[in-house]
């Protein structure tokens, strides 16, 4: 498929007048924006996730709360988290939909070390690729937020996919279509950005959240899954790490130690057959006697002509 | 080493020596016994197989080289955590086997000083305290048990990363490549020096026998310790030897020469 962006018009020849589509430019990044606030957590978006994605009804955990079970899951991707908190002496019921980050700078891809088993599109969907998922699970320490899950049975690692089947077809993703109350939204990065900072906005105006804001962590270069939290100060109340971050270990030791790992491996193997060229081998004592006459250099192989 | 452990290690031993045979020829010495071999190329095969499948993963361009050798990716991965596991295992047999040996000693020290004369072939002669085994061969083996130690230890904890913290897996995966290029350092060194650097080496692994020479050459006090004789009185000896031999030699072309000569004068 052509890349829209791509074909689209900025100048024409000989053309009277403005030219149409000129100084617009498609953006390509998209952004999934979930407002906590106005979540009433009905879990219509988990039942749409798991119905999209064909997955099989499978057992839940009740551990005294709403939650559906602990954490996500290979085939349960999407789940409502319920946190029950306290504000002003009064409880305060927290609601956050719990998926996959779509991270700018994604910790499971930096870990991954199969060719290919994770891909981050230009839109800024990460998609696992299963045939190519080696079973190592190194993506799951790798991640921030704890969502790649592991298959026991294909031994392959799933997660969210921001519904990049139904995205590339130019629909929304399953949760977003299935929320009633409206706090999922679904378009452009810059987009949502705005209809969330504008919301955090009202929230700290006109609702008495002094700390409302915008959640879309530097520490990952941002997500492309963002939140409205009624205190930005405090993500850790919803579940969410304040400063998330990708390992060093796979970052650093991966992409400048182990390449120097492979030279010394190479320069090690090419040292010892210097070696041999240069000192020749160590023989059992006595070898047979040098040759003791004249300086070697000449004597070696006559290279020496005579002039 | 506890008793146990000394007993088996004897009992395996003879188990060993009356299925495979070992011929010792004159002029040569027993030094590696059946059990002692087929330990070493377990571990060898092993290491091997573990190094292989475990630098499919460990390096993003040999992925697509090595990783189709083993079925692919998804394969390489599964088979990696039980490669090494067997040579966990078949290390901890060699261990108990060579661990008397290997013990560091005053004369490993004085050997590591003299590492440059010893790389550079100008001690001809291993100095005459060096033993079944020299400094270099311990070292290797200590840091064959240091990271076999490490091996096994972060990797268990990568293998089941679904019970362990995250940041212990992480730390495990750079401890456990680190381990992996030591093992590699001196693996490199450790194939040299048995083959290209050292004639006459390779086939004490193979056959289990070493020529005399070989041994006065390289261990000096563990041919005192087999042959009751003196190293160097040994060295001396086979030098004169081969002095006289070529002094016979060449009396030996004399005469044929002189005896042919009319011969080839005839017109």
């Not at chain 2, 004897?10 to 060993?16: L, M, S």
Request: aromatic residues 12%; hydrophobic residues 40%; proline residues 6%.
């Amino acid at each position: 498929m052509a890349n829209p962006r791509t074909f689209q018009i900025q100048e024409i020849s000989a053309h009277p007048g403005p030219v149409p589509g000129q100084g617009t430019r498609r953006e390509e990044e998209v952004c999934k924006y979930i407002d906590v606030t106005t979540c009433i957590g009905c879990k219509a978006c988990e039942v749409a996730c798991v119905e999209w994605n064909d997955h099989p009804f499978r057992e839940t955990t009740f551990d005294d709360t709403y939650q559906t079970m602990p954490s996500t899951e290979w085939n349960y991707w999407n789940l409502i988290r319920f946190a029950e908190d306290e504000r002003d002496g009064n409880l305060m019921w927290l609601m956050r939909k719990d998926q996959c980050m779509h991270c700018e700078d994604p910790g499971c891809l930096r870990a991954c070390p199969a060719d290919g088993a994770i891909i981050k599109y230009e839109n800024g969907i990460v998609d696992f690729q299963q045939e190519n998922c080696i079973g190592c699970g190194y993506c799951i320490s790798g991640c921030p937020f704890d969502i790649p899950k592991f298959n026991e049975k294909t031994k392959k690692v799933y997660k969210c996919t921001l519904c990049s089947d139904r995205v590339g077809q130019g629909l929304e993703p399953a949760c977003i279509k299935a929320c009633p109350t409206g706090c999922l939204h679904f378009g452009t990065k810059s987009d949502m950005v705005q209809i969330a900072s504008s919301r955090a906005k009202q929230l700290r105006e006109q609702s008495g959240f002094a700390n409302a804001g915008v959640y879309d962590p530097a520490s990952i270069k941002g997500t492309h899954v963002i939140y409205v939290l009624h205190d930005i100060k405090s993500p850790e109340r919803y579940g969410l790490p304040a400063n998330p971050i990708i390992p060093p270990s796979y970052t650093v030791w991966k992409w400048l130690a182990k390449p120097t790992g492979l030279a010394m491996a190479i320069l090690g193997i090419g040292a010892v057959f210097f070696h041999s060229v240069f000192y020749g081998p160590k023989l059992p004592q006595p070898e047979p006697p040098e040759i003791e006459t004249g300086p070697r250099e000449e004597i070696d192989a006559g290279r020496k002509e005579a002039p | 080493m506890s008793a146990p452990a000394k007993g088996f290690d004897e009992k395996a031993r003879g188990e060993f020596a009356r299925i495979g045979t070992t011929r010792v020829r004159r002029g040569e010495l027993l030094r590696h016994p059946v059990y002692t071999r087929f330990l070493h190329w377990s571990v060898a095969i092993f290491f091997i197989l573990s190094l292989a499948t475990g630098f499919a993963i460990y390096s993003p361009w040999l992925f697509r080289w090595i990783a189709p050798l083993f079925g692919g990716g998804a394969r390489t991965r599964a088979l990696h955590p039980w490669f090494g596991l067997v040579f966990e295992v078949f290390f901890l047999f060699q261990f108990i086997n060579w661990v008397t040996p290997m013990l560091w000693t005053s004369a490993d020290r004085r050997w590591l000083k003299r590492l440059k004369q010893y790389a550079t072939n100008e001690d001809r002669l291993e100095s005459e305290e060096v033993g079944f085994f020299n400094g270099g061969q311990k070292l290797y083996f200590w840091a064959i048990v240091l990271s076999g130690l490490l091996f096994l230890i972060t990797g268990l904890l990568i293998w089941f990363d679904n019970v362990v913290e995250r940041w212990i897996v992480a730390i495990s995966y750079v401890v456990h490549d680190l381990s992996g290029l030591l093992m590699l350092a001196g693996f490199i060194i450790h194939i040299y020096e048995g083959t290209a650097h050292q004639p006459g080496t390779f086939r004490s692994m193979m056959s289990g026998t070493v020529t005399d020479r070989w041994a006065w050459t390289h261990h000096p006090a563990w041919y005192r310790a087999v042959t009751g004789r003196d190293p160097r009185e040994a060295y001396e000896r086979e030098k004169r030897r081969q002095a006289e031999r070529e002094r016979a030699m060449k009396s030996w072309e004399r005469e044929q020469d002189s005896r042919e000569l009319p011969d080839d004068r005839v017109p």
